[in-house]
């Protein structure tokens, strides 16, 4: 896959993520997308309103942060992306062991964790690939 095409890729999960998580991270705080809050027993949390925003702000605004820097500068869109998918990874792993989902009598794995840690691990690894070769172009 051509540079071209892997900065298009990485664009892509990184806008997609950003969208995802502002809008679920909005939809979270305000309760428009309610979960049972007997999820939340055990946690740091009494409410989804902080998790929410988290999500929304940071998860969502890294990854658009990713998203900007890719379109316009990949150089800088490359290591901020491998970042963001790292963000977006700790999340998912965060979200598995902070919610007690079993506790809602609910099934504990969906495929939303592992298709939002895949988008994760794909933006960190396509980042990876982009800020190398940028380095490699950049020492010739």
Do not use: C
Not at 15 to 24: D, E, F, Q, R, T
Not at 41 to 65: H, K, Q, R, T, W
Not at 106 to 117: A, D
């Amino acid at each position: 896959m051509g540079s071209g095409r892997n900065r298009f890729a990485l664009f892509v999960f990184d806008l997609s993520a950003a969208v995802s998580a502002i809008v679920g991270g909005i939809a979270v705080a305000t309760n428009v997308d309610s979960f049972p809050r007997e999820w939340l027993v055990g946690s740091p949390f009494s409410d989804y309103v902080m998790p929410g925003a988290i999500l929304a702000i940071v998860v969502g605004g890294s990854a658009a942060l990713a998203a900007a820097a890719t379109a316009a500068a990949p150089r800088l869109g490359a290591p901020i992306s491998i970042l963001a998918g790292l963000v977006l990874m700790s999340w998912i792993v965060g979200e598995l062991v902070v919610l007690n989902q079993n506790s809602a009598g609910t099934s504990p794995r969906s495929l939303v964790e592992p298709i939002y840690f895949a988008v994760g691990l794909a933006m960190a690894v396509l980042g990876l690939v982009l800020w190398r070769r940028g380095r490699r172009s950049s020492n010739e």
